[in-house]
């Protein structure tokens, strides 16, 4: 088993800056890629960015694509998302995942097998 930990989360202003921690604990050693979705009241679970465990493959989504950042630290078993220029849009519940699967970097959240409780950003316009 794997539990994930997010932080970071809290009130920002549109512009603003914001950073979040993942944290990972367990079976560290079988997660693969770690990915971040992110879930808006009344809106299904969208994809936001993912980063497989070498950190040579990366994706992000469309909305976040040139202001947020995705990386990792494998030696501290956390993965991070630095959200910049952020907008009102960008409020939502923010959720860490990691797949176990060695082969593939996916956008998907049903390809993720553990998952964080979610850390709420809420931006203020």
């Known amino acids: 088993q794997v539990q994930l930990v997010e932080s970071g989360g809290g009130l920002v202003q549109t512009g603003g800056s914001l950073r979040l921690s993942c944290a990972a604990s367990g079976r560290t050693a079988s997660t693969e890629a770690m990915g971040w979705f992110r879930q808006a009241p009344g809106k299904e679970r969208e994809f936001v960015a993912t980063i497989n465990r070498s950190g040579a493959n990366i994706y992000y989504g469309d909305s976040v694509q040139g202001r947020f950042t995705i990386s990792r630290d494998n030696a501290k078993n956390t993965v991070y998302l630095q959200m910049n220029m952020v907008k009102p849009e960008d409020t939502a519940v923010y959720y860490c995942?990691?797949?176990?699967?060695?082969?593939?970097?996916?956008?998907?959240?049903?390809?993720?097998?553990?998952w964080g409780q979610g850390t709420q950003v809420t931006v203020s316009s």
């Open positions: 995942a990691a797949d176990t699967i060695p082969w593939r970097t996916s956008i998907i959240p049903y390809n993720y097998d553990y």
